[in-house]
């Protein structure tokens, strides 16, 4: 087993780890870091997932990584939305392939050896507004207000830009959409003219009864963190025809 491989065993969160942490591990010069690195990657005992991050070969993990978990360490700011969110929550029934994330910066997208990954930058007065931090044992905070706490890792992103948000010291926290947050993302995204419950229950297959669910201060929060008339329209005319 390579030197770097049995360091991560030991060090590295849920089995990822980046470029920076290596450096932090095994000190030296950066010479003698990439030679460890590239010494691992060509034994097959570390995937390079994306620049700047890796992540244990299979055989030496517990778990399958968590995508969703994962994605939040590959561009960030981010949060989990769009079509995942709505399949996480079982508002829609199809399965999704490529994660989706809405991103505070650019828009990227990311073939990697663990998945497809997307990030589409959605402009928002308040980011984490109807965002929630949630660990993979399935708890979290659930008032809907907005950033879920913990203390982020200072290098959890690949590009070492250091904001922590999303990424949790004990790696298996993810920052997730409210449903119907991720329904705003998407109408936003999809360029969609909806101002009913009928084309999200007919193109989504979103049942009724769980938009019935939606509470009215979700509604009033995302209306005043969206500019989008797009988005503003679909919110108020969805809020309407649910009778809020």
């Known amino acids: 087993m390579q030197r770097l491989t049995e360091i991560a ?4 969160i849920a089995g990822v780890f980046t470029r920076p942490e290596v450096a932090c591990w095994v000190g030296g010069s950066p010479d003698r870091q990439f030679s460890l690195l ?30 969703l978990v994962l994605a939040q360490r590959i561009f960030g700011p981010s949060y989990i939305s769009l079509e995942t969110a709505l399949s996480y929550h079982g508002w829609i029934p199809e399965a999704v392939y490529a994660i989706t994330s809405t991103s505070m910066d650019r828009s990227r997208e990311f073939n990697t050896p663990l998945g497809h990954f997307s990030f589409t930058r959605v402009p928002q007065k308040t980011f984490y507004t109807e965002v929630t931090r949630v660990a993979k044992d399935g708890s979290g ?7 879920g706490g913990g203390s982020g890792s200072g ?8 904001y922590g948000g999303g990424v949790f010291h004990d790696g298996s926290s993810f920052l997730l959409a409210s449903p119907l947050k991720a329904l705003a993302d998407y109408v936003y995204v999809h360029k969609r003219d909806w101002s009913s419950a009928r084309p999200v229950a007919e193109s989504l ?5 769980l938009l019935a669910g939606v509470d009215t201060e979700a ?21 309407k025809d649910l009778h809020r």
């Open 141 to 147: 905070n659930a008032d809907g207000t907005g950033y």
């Open 9 to 12: 065993l030991e060090k590295a």
């Open 205 to 209: 297959r979103v049942d009724g009864g």
């Open 155 to 162: 290098s959890g992103f690949a590009d070492g830009s250091g």
């Open 38 to 67: 590239k010494r691992a990657l060509a034994a097959g005992e570390v995937v390079r997932v994306h620049r700047g991050l890796y992540c244990l070969a299979a055989r030496y993990l517990r778990q399958k990584v968590d995508p």
């Open 219 to 239: 509604f009033d929060r995302l209306l005043a963190n969206y500019s989008s008339m797009r988005v503003r329209r679909f919110l108020e005319g969805l809020r």
